[in-house]
């Protein structure tokens, strides 16, 4: 990250009321983000006044359902851990902070997200969203336009004018993006877009699922979006061992509403997973920068062996620079095509160190057949309309040796037939694939 240091207010994050009114005028000097993901604002600056009676370094699990009160009427900050439980309040300001909000909400999975967010949208209203979107994403808007009357317009998000034509379809609610989207990681211009919108359709709100990047490499709240939000299940915790989602908003109004249906809906996140994902969220940079620079090279690699390969942080790819403008970073995840359903199958079967899943984020390597897997959920005749190619392979880079990946790679290219289907095996190897191909034979 390169911004420089500036002094902000400090979080209100507390264990007790009174505390944090203590706090709450308090300014201290904001670090630069991979500093401040570690950084939990678990004592007040001064390090005298103690948020948490003990100062525990770990922000502590409060494992319970219920608080009790001083008398009928005397309750404390907290009654009932589906309102508010301290250890998650801590994650929500945290990821606040991270985000760059004046507030976050974290929920029991990233479709949840979604879905308390959904709720702002009523009957008769329309949704501008992407053609290329994650499939859970396409179920939910498909069931919410037959079954509450929310009919979402799906275009081409890489094109704001594509956006633009639609905005005069309806009474237009909520534009939805993904950048980069999944599968086929395409960059919206989230600035652009975010301004037209405000401008043409002052009701609409913007609303960007950040997953792919994380805060760590794009913050879309400072892009012009009002909300964004997370499948936590993802890099912000990083290991494929809970289930989160996390939504971020500027306007302190907008939040009001979102915290009434957390509430009544019920999917506040249990106090357990929210101390998993604050855990996660401190080595996110550390992660992110590791996988980041492996994905790079695998991405080079498949390129240089002639598969067309999805992945913004090549220069082949059509939105490099605006990625580059909006980001910090291309991310972990990429795609690419074989050419023939069967080769990919045979690809993605051959592999021994990319486990055969869905999701991404995670630390180990993935690899997956979105049509057959992640989005398998959106009928063939709509993948097939969305020109969403059936043998695609999306890869999710770990942290494991890069060298190792690319062997394991290297050998399922071969014994798969892809790539004697792609190139001549004359073209240049990287010096780790001499082993890779001794183990084949
Ligand atoms: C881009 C994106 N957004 C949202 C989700 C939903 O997240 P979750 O699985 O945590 O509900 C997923 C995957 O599941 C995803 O890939
Ligand atoms: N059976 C699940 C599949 C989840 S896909 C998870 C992830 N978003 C990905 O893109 O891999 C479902 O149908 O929801």
């Given at each position: 990250m390169t911004t420089?240091?500036?002094?902000?207010?400090?979080?209100?994050?507390?264990?007790?009321?009174?505390?944090?009114?203590?706090?709450?005028?308090?300014?201290?000097?904001?670090?630069?983000?991979?500093?401040?993901?570690?950084?939990v604002d678990n004592y007040d600056e001064s390090g005298s006044g103690v948020k948490d009676p003990y100062r525990a370094a770990s922000v502590p699990?409060?494992?319970?359902a219920t608080f009790k009160q001083v008398s009928v009427t005397q309750g404390g900050e907290y009654d009932y851990s589906r309102s508010g439980n301290p250890t998650r309040t801590h994650l929500e300001n945290h990821m606040a902070k991270i985000m760059g909000?004046?507030?976050?909400?974290?929920?029991?999975?990233?479709?949840?997200?979604?879905?308390?967010i959904m709720r702002l949208v009523k009957a008769g209203d329309h949704v501008i969203a992407g053609d290329d979107l994650y499939g859970g994403t396409n179920r939910l808007l498909g069931f919410l336009k037959k079954h509450a009357d929310i009919h979402t317009h799906h275009v081409d998000t890489t094109d704001p004018t594509a956006i633009e034509a639609k905005l005069s379809a309806g009474p237009i609610r909520m534009v939805l993006l993904e950048t980069p989207t999944n599968p086929m990681i395409r960059i919206a211009d989230v600035q652009r877009i975010a301004a037209m919108v405000h401008e043409r359709c002052p009701n609409a709100l913007v609303v960007v699922d950040n997953t792919m990047m994380s805060p760590y490499l794009q913050r879309t709240l400072s892009l012009g979006a009002d909300i964004e939000y997370h499948s936590g299940t993802k890099y912000l915790s990083?290991?494929?061992?809970?289930?989160?989602?996390?939504?971020?908003?500027?306007?302190v109004a907008l939040a009001e509403q979102l915290a009434f249906v957390v509430n009544a809906a019920g999917c506040g996140l249990g106090p357990f997973d929210s101390w998993l994902l604050l855990r996660g969220v401190k080595t996110l940079a550390v992660r992110m920068d590791r996988q980041q620079r492996s994905a790079e090279r695998v991405a080079e690699f498949l390129e240089s062996r002639g598969f067309r390969v999805y992945y913004p942080g090549l220069a082949s790819h059509p939105q490099y620079e605006l990625h580059r403008r909006l980001s910090d970073g291309a991310g972990a995840v990429l795609s690419f095509e074989t050419g023939d359903i069967g080769i990919s199958e045979r690809l993605v079967e051959s592999t021994r160190l990319w486990g055969i899943s869905v999701s991404f984020g995670c630390v180990n390597s993935l690899i997956s057949m979105p049509c057959r897997m992640s989005h398998a959920s959106i009928p063939a005749e709509v993948r097939q309309a969305r020109n969403l190619p059936e043998d695609l392979i999306r890869l999710c880079v770990g942290i494991e040796d890069c060298d190792d990946l690319l062997e394991d790679l290297d050998r399922a290219l071969r014994v798969s037939g892809a790539l004697a289907s792609r190139v001549d095996d004359t073209s240049p190897k990287p010096a780790s694939s001499v082993a890779a191909v001794a183990e084949t034979s």
């Open positions: 420089s240091p500036v002094l902000v207010a400090a979080s209100t994050a507390s264990f007790t009321t009174d505390v944090a009114s203590e706090v709450s005028s308090v300014s201290r000097r904001r670090y630069r983000l991979a500093t401040e993901l570690v950084f699990i409060y494992q319970t909000g004046s507030r976050a909400f974290a929920v029991t999975s990233g479709m949840s997200a979604l879905d308390v990083g290991h494929h061992d809970l289930m989160a989602g996390v939504i971020g908003v500027r306007d």
